[in-house]
């Protein structure tokens, strides 16, 4: 498709579990950021890849939180040993040019039992 | 750290009603500005953004947005909005000294009536 894509859709968990988050970004696109959306919190910065660079985690709330990206494209985010707290809507977004218009998915929602 | 405030949290209006929603930042160096939508059971999409230039810039669906340098002012408007403009509002910036980050104002829920 022409968008980012994101999986699953929906997703339970139980406290203490661990999760894993896919984001497709849009083909060609070099930038991918994470960022979550809760009640409360609004939406919130995580993390985010460009190329081949280091990325910048100064958004991820807890050591419990990584992301990583294969091949340039495909990433997948983390949540080790799952709390109530985490349950929000996980979005994902990707661009591709100098101006930073970010393109985004149609998320994640993650509910911690 | 940047912050975004957008200080209508919920807005009701008939529909052929004018718009503005405010936005305002704290940050002051260089910035690149965007407002967002996002209608119910849809995902986040751009509705304008600005970068330099023209501070008035206009965006889809009949939205612009003046940006105000002197305020840290990004306000949205449109002059007659319609029932399918009942969506979410999301005000972002992107600071020169922030990566490429988005930083997000907390969201204006505007409901127009038929």
């Known amino acids: 498709g022409a968008g980012v894509s994101q999986s699953p859709s929906n997703k339970v968990t139980e406290k203490g579990k661990d999760v894993e988050l896919r984001c497709d970004p849009i083909s060609g696109h070099t930038a991918l950021y994470w960022y979550r959306q809760s009640l409360g919190q609004g939406l919130e910065f995580l993390i985010y890849f460009q190329g081949n660079s280091a990325p910048d985690k100064s958004g991820l709330p807890s050591d419990r939180f990584s992301a990583e990206r294969t091949g340039g494209s495909v990433s997948t985010l983390t949540i080790q040993r799952t709390q109530q707290e985490d349950s929000a809507v996980y979005l994902c977004?990707?661009?591709?040019?100098?101006?930073?218009?970010?393109?985004f998915g149609p998320g994640t929602r993650l509910t911690v039992l | 750290a940047q912050s975004v405030s957008q200080h209508n949290h919920h807005v009701i209006l008939s529909e052929a009603a004018s718009l503005e929603l405010g936005c305002n930042y704290s940050y002051g160096g260089t910035v690149n500005l965007f407002w967002y939508v996002q209608y119910p059971g849809q995902h986040l999409q751009l509705l304008l953004k600005y970068f330099s230039g023209d501070p008035l810039v206009k965006g889809i669906k009949g939205f612009e947005a003046e940006f105000i340098k002197s305020k840290f002012s990004f306000n949205l408007r449109k002059p007659s909005v319609q029932w399918s403009d009942t969506a979410e509002y999301f005000c972002?910036?992107?600071?020169?000294?922030?990566?490429?980050?988005?930083?997000f104002g907390g969201g204006t829920r505007l409901m127009v009536k038929p």
């Open positions: 977004a990707s661009s591709g040019d100098y101006y930073n218009e970010q393109f």
């Open positions: 972002a910036v992107n600071a020169d000294n922030a990566g490429n980050m988005l930083t």
